[in-house]
């Protein structure tokens, strides 16, 4: 038996997750963002399965690069720009569309002669500091972009900073920022990530920009993605590699963090830190053995971890495990290890065998 850690992508829940968000924002184009190898799940796979959305965002120049050589022919549009101006005349090649927040890219557009000029996404700064215009430095961009011979077509686009927290007054100031600067403007328009789809319609616009909702996840921290009508798109399984009868008060595991309070059986999963498993998930942590839920407990190792079989009298070596997904939301393992699911997701290693079907 090779070892039993792998990842299963089930890719109807992955379109089952877009046609909610096409029932949420009918009137919105969707902009699937696929960044972070499409947040674990693999790049490919996941936009090829995608044949339905309007456009890609990504994150740099080589994940755009990938997603043309498997022959993704819809719009793919690089969230951060260019980092250079060499980078510049590779987007003009490939096709790509390319957000423009800083004036160094300004410059770039208006100093490199271009064979195809590029569609432009502008972005606005409405509050959340990280990237974009200030919105009197905005019109100064938008100015320049429309004589730069350089841009194909313009956009505007901002991020939310706060929408994953639906009292948070932030959001109703960013949405009100944008719409201020663009009020005698007929550009197309972008705001809306998952939290912003889900929790404010007014933001959905022209185009939306579904991340970890696509994933079949929750943006908020209190629900899941069931709760959302989401259904999860990536589950970790493994097995019990071995199932050790240990006498009450032996410790668990690395540290010894972890004690046994009475004689009990105890599972060693194949599933560690060194495939993506939070180091960070604390004893307690739910884990699915037999479709039944055990808990994790002493810290998770780099090839293994330990889980409590005390209600499980019957577990024995070889049962299935779940680590996350279905069944499990990988909202709840996030929360126990003190971090959030997009970070779960991400983390994810490539060592894993990856199995794509449609459960
Ligand atoms: C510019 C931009 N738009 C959309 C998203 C998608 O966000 P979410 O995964 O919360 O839907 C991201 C993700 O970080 C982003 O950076």
Redesign the pocket.
């Known amino acids: 038996m090779s070892r039993p850690a792998k990842v299963v992508i089930n890719l109807s829940a992955l379109r089952h997750n877009f046609s909610r968000i096409r029932t949420i924002a009918p009137d919105s184009r969707v902009m699937a ?1 696929v ?1 972070a190898d499409a ?1 674990g799940h693999g790049l490919v796979r996941i936009a090829q399965s995608l044949e339905q959305a309007d456009a890609f ?1 990504v994150a740099c120049l080589e994940e755009a690069r990938e997603l043309r050589q498997a022959k993704i022919q819809q719009r793919i549009i690089l ?1 951060e720009g260019p980092y250079s101006g060499e980078e510049l005349t590779k987007i003009s090649q490939l096709g790509l569309d390319m957000v423009v927040h800083d004036l160094s890219q300004v410059e770039m557009l208006e100093q490199n002669q271009l064979n195809k000029p590029v569609c432009i996404w502008l972005k606005l700064d409405t509050g959340m500091h990280r990237l974009g215009f200030s919105p009197d430095l905005a019109s100064e961009a938008l100015a320049r972009l429309e004589q730069s011979a350089g841009v194909k077509e313009i956009r505007l ?1 901002t ?1 939310l900073a706060s929408a ?1 927290n639906r009292e948070d007054p932030m959001t109703r100031k960013q949405l009100q920022c944008f719409s201020q600067f663009n009020e005698n403007m007929s550009l197309e328009k972008t705001i809306a ?3 912003g789809i889900l929790a404010f319609p007014d933001a959905h616009v022209d185009w939306v ?5 696509l994933y079949g996840v929750s ?1 908020f921290s209190d629900s899941n993605g069931s709760q959302e009508g989401l259904k999860p798109v990536m589950t970790l399984q493994s097995k019990l590699i071995t199932v050790r009868a240990l006498k009450a008060g032996d410790p668990v595991g690395y540290g010894a963090t972890w004690r046994c309070p009475e004689d009990m059986s105890v599972g060693v999963v194949a599933a560690g830190y060194g495939d993506g498993y939070p180091r960070h998930a604390e004893s307690g942590t739910p884990v699915l053995v037999n479709g039944k839920r055990v808990e994790l407990i002493g810290r998770a190792s780099m090839d293994m971890l330990t889980v409590d079989l005390r209600s499980q009298s019957q577990a024995k070596t070889g049962d299935p495990v779940v680590l996350w997904g279905e069944g499990l939301p990988v909202e709840e393992v996030a929360n126990h290890a003190g971090t959030i699911p ?1 970070e779960v997701l991400c983390a994810v290693h490539k060592r894993l065998k990856f199995e794509y079907g449609e459960a």
């Open positions: 963002i960044k947040y965002g969230l686009m991020h994953n990530n998952s939290a920009r579904p991340g970890i909702m943006p997009y």
